[in-house]
C-alpha cells in the first residue's frame, strides 16, 4: 500500500461498508494525558474510566477468525463493548486517514501492518503511547515515537495445497520456483512488494530483480488479499503460494483445510502492531485494550489461534526457523522505489 497515495484520496468519504456510531472525540492534549499516565493507580483508574466510557472502536486487518475471539476476550474480562471493523490493510488505513482529515473522529484503536501504521504516525493520526508491556516486546518492535507497538508478525513463507503438492517437491530456496515445473502452479499477493524490499535487503538488490523478472515471466497468478489467497490454496485453485502469511495457513490447516506451510529460505518476517488515535472518543478504553492485547494473556491468546505474538513472554514454539524483520520505518522511506518495481513487473488480475 502507497501512504501517500491514500492522501490522495482524503476526499473520498464513501468507503462503503456499514458506518460505527459518531462519538464525541476528546482532544489530543486530553487523549494524551491518559495515553502517557504511569501513576501507581494506573490500573485501576484505567480499567473504571474505561467502563465509565463503555466501548471502543477498533479498525483491523486481522481477520475475523481470530480479532472476534480477541474482542470478546476482552469484553469478558473488563465488560466494555469492542466494535470491531475488518478489512484489508490499505482500506483500514484508507479509512482512518479519510476521517481524522474530516474531523470525523470514531476510531480509538488501529490494529494492522506496522508499515501502514508508521504511515498513520506520520500523519499524527496516531498518538504515543504507554504500556508496562511494551518492555516486553523486542526492539525491531518499538520505534522511538511510540506511536505504535508491535503485538504480533506475521512472516511470508510458502504455501501449499496438501493434495496437490508434497512437502518434499518444495524447494529449500525461493529461487528454487523458477524450475520450469512451477510453471502455472504459483501464486503471488498482488500488494506484497514490502516481500520483494526483504529479498533485496537479503540477497542484494541485482539479485533479487533477477530472480523476480525471472519468476513473473513464469506468469504467476496474482490475487489481492492475503486471506483470500490462501483460501484458494485450500481450496486448489492455486496449488502453491509463495507470499503466504503463515498464520493465515495455520488457521485454515487447524479448522481441517487441505493447506499447510514450509518456511522456504530467506523467510520475510513483518512485524504488525497496534496503535492509539490521537483523537480518539474513548481513550480509556482504547488504551485499555491495547494493555490487553501486549500482555501475556492478550499474546498467549494470539499464539492459541495460530497468530506469531511479539512479545519475549509468549514466543511461539512454532517459529524454529532464520528469518529477517523487516523496518517499518525504512520501508514507509522508500516505498516510492519498492512500489514502482514492484508494479513495472506485476499484472493485478
Known amino acids: 500500500m502507497r501512504w501517500k497515495d491514500s492522501i490522495i484520496l482524503l476526499q473520498a468519504l464513501a468507503l462503503g461498508a456499514a458506518c460505527v456510531p459518531l462519538a464525541s472525540a476528546q482532544s489530543p492534549e486530553k487523549n494524551q494525558s491518559v495515553y502517557l499516565y504511569r501513576g501507581a493507580d494506573r490500573a485501576q483508574r484505567l480499567a473504571e474510566r474505561a467502563r465509565e466510557e463503555g466501548m471502543l472502536v477498533v479498525y483491523t486487518s486481522l481477520a475475523t477468525s481470530e480479532s472476534v475471539p480477541l474482542a470478546q476476550a476482552f469484553e469478558k474480562k473488563y465488560r466494555v463493548k469492542v466494535q470491531l471493523w475488518r478489512s484489508l490493510s490499505d482500506q483500514v488505513v484508507r479509512r482512518a486517514l479519510n476521517e481524522a482529515k474530516a474531523r470525523r473522529h470514531s476510531v480509538d484503536v488501529v490494529e494492522t501492518n506496522a508499515p501502514e501504521l508508521e504511515a498513520l504516525a506520520r500523519e499524527r493520526v496516531l498518538a504515543q503511547f504507554f504500556s508496562s508491556h511494551i518492555a516486553d516486546i523486542p526492539s525491531w518492535g518499538v520505534p522511538l515515537h511510540r506511536m505504535w507497538v508491535s503485538d504480533r508478525v506475521d512472516f511470508f513463507v510458502v504455501a501449499f495445497n496438501t493434495a496437490k503438492v508434497r512437502r518434499e517437491e518444495l524447494p529449500a530456496t525461493y529461487e528454487g520456483f523458477l524450475d520450469p515445473k512451477w510453471t502455472g502452479r504459483i501464486g503471488l499477493e498482488a500488494t506484497d512488494q514490502e516481500w520483494l524490499a526483504g529479498l533485496a535487503k537479503h540477497w542484494g538488490e541485482k539479485r533479487a530483480l533477477d530472480f523476480f523478472r525471472g519468476l513473473v515471466a513464469m506468469k504467476p497468478d496474482v490475487r489481492k488479499g492475503h486471506v483470500l489467497l490462501s483460501e484458494m490454496v485450500a481450496a486448489g485453485e492455486v496449488p502453491v503460494s509463495l507470499t503466504n502469511y503463515a498464520s493465515n495457513a495455520d488457521s485454515m490447516k487447524r479448522r481441517g483445510k487441505p493447506?499447510?506451510?514450509?518456511?522456504?529460505?530467506?523467510?520475510?518476517?513483518?512485524?504488525?502492531?497496534?496503535?492509539?488515535?490521537?483523537?480518539?472518543?474513548?481513550?480509556?478504553?482504547?488504551?485499555?485494550?491495547?494493555?490487553?492485547?501486549?500482555?501475556?494473556?492478550?499474546?498467549?491468546?494470539?499464539?492459541?489461534?495460530?497468530?506469531?505474538?511479539?512479545?519475549?513472554?509468549?514466543?511461539?514454539?512454532?517459529?524454529a526457523f532464520p528469518y529477517l524483520m523487516l523496518d517499518p520505518i525504512a520501508l514507509i522511506d522508500e516505498d516510492e522505489k519498492w512500489l514502482k518495481l514492484w508494479n513495472e513487473l506485476v499484472a493485478v488480475k
Open 259 to 319: 493447506i499447510d506451510w514450509k518456511p522456504v529460505e530467506p523467510v520475510i518476517g513483518r512485524p504488525q502492531a497496534i496503535g492509539l488515535a490521537a483523537s480518539a472518543p474513548h481513550p480509556n478504553a482504547a488504551l485499555l485494550f491495547a494493555d490487553f492485547v501486549l500482555s501475556p494473556e492478550g499474546q498467549r491468546l494470539f499464539s492459541s489461534m495460530g497468530r506469531y505474538p511479539s512479545s519475549r513472554k509468549a514466543e511461539s514454539v512454532r517459529v
